[in-house]
């Protein structure tokens, strides 16, 4: 078993809120990523489930059973860092057999071990290596085979691929899903990457100044984000947010564009409003009757696509285009808006209304 609860968790650093009731369930298996910016409270909500910090309320649950009040060393979590020194004069083999010789095991018990997550990082044949003698990419790897060869309740991850340059990154996810499926074992695993994040959770949690916003897979998230905050941390480019409002069977933007409104759009005439639109529901392509009016404003070449920034009144739309999408900046165009998939959300509140 390895689920993991926190309820209602609370901790001040003098006037700063690091965590202002945080609640999450994490089931036993599960691939969880806490998702947020830089001091969102992600870090101070890992160091809860491990009880390194003392809180201010809250309480935490492992397996079904209270630990709020347990030290570190008996919740049974192993917690892995974004920088996780190796010994140096050890080899690869006796880093990564470590954590089991501490804890006495027994000698075939370790080296089954380390054989096997050696076998699942690929890294069979670099462990009569020293750290010196290991790529920075290698050196992770045997880092995370350390952290991974205890079988805790949980693991506990705090941006452990953030110094890896970013082909590696992208190999790394793939080989921690793949990991994880092996394992079976319960991750914690937080990231200000969204990619990161829709790319391996099962669940994410969004956190933000120390609130949870939202949880639910990748695609909940993306597809339908809670509020516009949701909306504009997930996704990349970004959503682009218009100010508008509903009147009658029209959305009429500030900037003096009219589009059809959609059926699902329970907005109150007149209404403060902001339409979501992502850059793939929308195009610079003659497709379909709901447009809008705008002038070009760069083109954000990507290889397999390019990124047509259009301005509509005084705000910017990012559309998706194909590669070969050409323009002159200030070149007058219309962009095609897919209403079915945008999304609205109160002005004021933030909250979604679709
Ligand atoms: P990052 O992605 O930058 O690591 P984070 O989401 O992990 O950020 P936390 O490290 O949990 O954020 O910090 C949340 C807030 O609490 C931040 O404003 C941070 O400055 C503050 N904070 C965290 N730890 C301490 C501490 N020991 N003393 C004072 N303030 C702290």
Redesign the pocket.
């Known amino acids: 078993m390895g689920t993991v609860a926190v309820q209602g968790l609370c901790k001040s ?2 006037k ?1 809120r ?2 202002d009731g945080v609640t999450l369930d994490v089931p036993d298996g599960a691939f969880f990523v806490v998702l ?10 890992l ?1 809860a489930i491990a009880g390194l910090d003392k809180l201010d309320a809250g309480s935490v649950h492992l397996d079904g059973r209270d630990a709020t009040a347990d030290a570190p060393a008996v919740r049974d979590l192993a917690m892995v860092f974004q920088n996780y020194a190796l010994y140096p004069r050890h080899t690869a083999y006796e880093n990564i057999a470590s954590p089991l010789r501490a804890r006495r095991r027994p000698a075939g018990e370790i080296a089954a071990a380390v054989e096997r997550m050696s076998g699942l990082l690929h890294i069979e044949r670099l462990l009569h290596r020293r750290p010196a003698q290991l790529s920075g990419g290698e050196m992770q790897r045997v880092a995370l085979a350390r952290a991974l060869v205890r079988s805790p309740r949980a693991f506990l991850m ?2 452990p691929l953030t110094n890896l340059d970013l082909k590696l990154r992208v190999e790394m996810r793939t080989e921690l899903t793949r990991i994880h499926r092996s394992l079976g074992a319960t991750f914690v695993y ?1 990231t ?1 990457d969204q990619v990161e994040a829709l790319s391996m959770a099962d669940q994410v949690a969004v ?1 933000r100044e ?1 609130t949870v916003q939202q949880v639910g897979t990748p695609t909940e998230v993306y597809e339908r984000p809670a509020n516009q905050w949701v909306a504009g941390f997930v996704g990349s480019p970004p959503i682009s947010l218009l100010a508008c409002h509903a009147e009658g069977d029209r959305l009429v933007g500030e900037a003096g564009w009219t589009l059809p409104r959609p059926r699902w759009a329970t907005a109150a005439d007149g209404q403060a409003l902001r339409l979501g639109l992502r850059a793939e529901d929308l195009s610079v392509e003659q497709r379909g009757d709901a447009s809008l009016p705008g002038e070009l404003y760069g083109l954000e070449p990507l290889g397999d696509r390019t990124v047509v920034d259009v301005r509509v009144g005084t705000e910017i739309l990012k559309v998706k285009a194909r590669p070969t999408v050409t323009g002159t900046p200030g070149e007058r165009l219309r962009v095609t808006v897919d209403l079915d998939r945008a999304h609205l959300f109160d002005a004021g509140t933030g909250l979604s209304l679709s």
Do not use: Y
């Open positions: 650093f003098g700063v690091a965590l947020g910016p830089s001091g969102a409270g992600k870090t101070t909500t160091r705090d941006e937080v200000n956190l120390g």
